[in-house]
């Protein structure tokens, strides 16, 4: 990681859950973070937390909500101007209601595809021109996906189901184009079964999920914040495309 240190990365969600334990760990390894969301005074808190700890990097909580393309820009804007555009964009912010395709509600699928599919698809057409802006060519693309971007989960997540496979083939797809114009910035995502700690489960049918009773231990935050730091850290002639991730005991 001694490479990306004093570099700019945005992570989106970082309020809560995974985006948070991502936003801890990279700081830790000296990285400039912005991290975005709406309740923008959890990140602030942490931020605090991190400081007095003497972290090597620095985080800076940026108010964006991700369904308004408005926010998403200004948001690059202020990254831009303040630290010279973003080398690393992890399109990590998700949201899943429980609803199924005969009766589910529009509202909710149009919120699931503006923060799931085209958020991610904004911020990494936005972080790309940043790093072309600033002739990095070794810039980093990691989208969070789910294994619900590869199989089938339970009755209430059709429709997430549906926005995840589309993170798969956007992922592939914009390696595609990445390789086409002759650029080494690199595309990764990574996509887990079952994180608990995390609030996803809490807000779309109101359970935390480890408040759940798994019979199994399902993976932690700092399990893929893990992961993020050895997709960051592979030597620049490897990609890392998917890492597919369940807690050992989880049957589908
Ligand atoms: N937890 C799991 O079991 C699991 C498994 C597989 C994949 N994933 C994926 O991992 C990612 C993170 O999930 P998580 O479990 O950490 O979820 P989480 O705890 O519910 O956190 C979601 C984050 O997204 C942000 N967010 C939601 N809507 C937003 C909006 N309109 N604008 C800006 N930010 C918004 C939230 O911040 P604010 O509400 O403050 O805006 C929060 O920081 C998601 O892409 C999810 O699909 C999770």
């Known amino acids: 990681m001694e490479r990306w240190i004093g570099r700019v990365a945005l992570v989106t969600g970082a309020s809560v859950g995974l985006g948070k334990a991502i ?3 990279l700081v830790e390894h000296g990285m400039v973070v912005y991290g975005c969301a709406r309740d923008v005074d959890k990140i602030k808190s942490y931020s605090e937390q991190l400081k007095s700890k003497s972290a090597k990097g620095s985080l800076h909580a940026v108010k964006c909500d991700l369904r308004n393309e408005e926010e998403i820009l200004s948001m690059f804007e202020e990254i831009k101007n303040n630290h010279g555009g973003v080398d690393v964009c992890i399109n990590n912010a998700g949201i899943n209601f429980d609803t199924t395709l005969l009766d589910g509600r529009t509202d909710q699928w149009r919120n699931m595809l503006d923060v799931n599919v085209l958020a991610l698809s904004i911020c990494t057409r936005e972080a790309v021109k ?3 802006e600033k002739n990095i060519d070794d810039g980093h693309i990691i989208h969070m996906n789910s294994m619900s971007g590869h199989r089938f989960a339970s009755k209430g997540e059709h429709f997430y189901t549906g926005n995840k496979f589309m993170v798969t083939a956007l992922t ?5 184009e990445l390789r086409a114009m002759g650029s080494h910035i690199r595309v990764s995502c990574i996509s887990p079964a079952v994180v608990e700690g995390t609030e996803i489960g809490k807000r779309s049918r109101g359970e935390m999920v480890n408040s759940i009773r798994f019979p199994f231990k399902p993976l932690e935050p700092q399990d893929i914040a893990d992961m993020v730091v050895y997709i960051l850290a592979a030597p620049p002639h490897m990609e890392i495309h998917d890492i ?3 807690g050992t ?3 589908i």
């Open 249 to 251: 005991g989880q049957k």
């Open 172 to 176: 592939e797809g914009l390696r595609r």
């Open 244 to 246: 597919l991730v369940r």
């Open 23 to 25: 936003s801890k760990a």
């Open 130 to 132: 940043q790093m072309k």
